[in-house]
């Protein structure tokens, strides 16, 4: 989280979000602060909670994990701002997103051009996110994986790792942080051979290198064709 993000949800009158996302931030809120939590999928409800809140001349913050414009709430609460025809203004604070974190944890392997795609096929249609893991493995990207696997969603990482196979040598270096930059943070660097046997959720990025990644000092280092002698 960065101080300004910090700053907004400590002198927020209401702080909108994700049940989970409040719980992470809940020491920050002041204590007469209103709360407005709900379970996922309820988004556009969130939205329109919060623009309404703003309306009545209230600080609102709405939370997100990571940064809210990536996989976040900024997207929705500018459509519904909008939509219902308000003017009020709405400022985005930018965040520290997962693959930038995962990636600090594990060396650094985005250094070169790389492609972010999420396996929840909730709002993208699957045959789409499969379209685009095809053309980021082929085109050669760095391939960060968000929303890779839950309990009862095995199948989608299934997939991604049978299609990246047909792109990447099974000795590509590969990284998996759970819970990147939290309380429980856990880093495995391994090969691609190995992911499926990586322990894997829905708070798990994956980081799958390019053929310039490399394993360097126990890290993963993507090459971006510096000379180093000479």
Known sequence: MTPKAKREIKNADV???YK?????????????AEVVSGTMGREVDRARTAVAKALENKAVVVVSSGDPGVYGMAGVVLEV?????TRIPVEIIPGVTAATVAASKL?????????????SDLLTPWELIEKRLRAAAEADFSIVLYNPQSTGRKEPLIKAYEILLKYRDL???VGVVRQAGRTGEKTTITTLSKLLDCEVDMVTT?????????FVDGRLVTSRGYKLSG
């Open 15 to 17: 702080v909108v979000g």
């Open 81 to 85: 701002a909008t939509a219902e025809g």
């Open 20 to 32: 989970t996302y409040i719980d992470l931030v809940q020491n920050l809120i002041k204590p007469n």
């Open 171 to 173: 000795g590509t270096p």
């Open 206 to 214: 994956i980081i799958v290198g390019s053929s310039k990644t490399k």
């Open 107 to 119: 060396g650094a392997p985005l250094v070169s051009d790389f492609a972010v795609i999420s396996l």
